[in-house]
């Protein structure tokens, strides 16, 4: 098959990836006014993140909507890579911020460009060790090798570790299996994106927070009682179909633990 046909122009990828782009540019502008405590950064530093995060996966929907998948998986791993990175410098944020840290300096340093921060694998470790996120790390690796294979699909395109992967580059050769390939994208797409979001919901449950309660004081009005908690639209619909369509387990989870006024 090759890309120009119905099955691969209308495959439910391309409906996918334009809820995630949607995701991440309506998440990096509501949470813009949260100050990033531990920098000194005037905006929230996970605004800017979100919003390049949000240019690489249009960018994927680019590149598939021309039929380079083997292109888009590297753009996968990077995709990947971001999500660590930001999940990494929130938690390390709030573990070694305090009266007498203030400035956390090994972010405050990245943000700044005076320091790197360290190898992906060092910070996966740190993410995928904390105690603090214990719960939600035994749920997303209950199967050990899911994210493993899927970080060696993205390896194996970026290296061309294998001669078939290059050929899914060319958008005009015929290929039995690039429907199966575009299929194994989806779910590994959607499976950093659930990664990313459940993270993101256990350890900043304010950034769920819808804009009514601050919306009220801007005209002048008494919030409502409990608005604080309130979650935004386009939080609640991410989070029904993906974690709660395809991790039961991980959305039960997170509404245990959550404040906020999820469904």
């Not at 098959?1 to 502008?29: A, R």
Request: proline share 1%; charged share 25%.
């Amino acid at each position: 098959m090759n890309t120009n046909k119905k099955e691969y122009q209308e495959h439910q990828i391309f409906e996918e990836l334009t809820l995630y782009i949607e995701f991440y540019k309506s998440l990096s502008f509501s949470i813009m006014g949260f100050v990033s405590i531990g920098t000194k950064a005037f905006l929230n530093i996970d605004t800017y993140i979100f919003s390049s995060i949000q240019g690489t996966v249009d960018s994927i929907k680019t590149l598939l909507t021309n039929g380079r998948i083997n292109d888009s998986y590297a753009l996968l791993r990077k995709y990947y890579d971001s999500t660590i990175i930001n999940i990494y410098s929130s938690l390390y944020l709030q573990d070694n911020v305090s009266l007498d840290n203030f400035i956390v300096e090994k972010i405050d340093n990245w943000l700044q460009g005076k320091e790197q921060l360290p190898e992906y694998r060092v910070m996966n470790d740190y993410v995928r060790n904390s105690t603090k996120l214990k719960e939600i790390n035994d749920l997303l690796f209950q199967d050990k090798t899911t994210y493993r294979e899927l970080r060696n699909r993205c390896n194996d395109h970026t290296h061309y570790n294998f001669y078939h992967n290059l050929l899914l580059n060319d958008n005009e050769v015929y290929l039995k299996h690039r429907i199966t390939t575009l299929n194994q994208f989806s779910a590994d797409l959607r499976n950093i994106f659930i990664l990313h979001c459940s993270y993101l919901f256990y350890l900043n449950e304010h950034y769920m927070t819808s804009s009514d309660y601050m919306d009220s004081f801007v005209c002048g009005l008494e919030p409502e009682e409990g608005s604080q908690y309130f979650v935004a639209p386009f939080i609640q619909n991410a989070f029904d179909k993906t974690i709660k369509a395809y991790r039961q387990d991980i959305a039960k989870l997170i509404l245990d633990k959550t404040c906020m006024q999820l469904e």
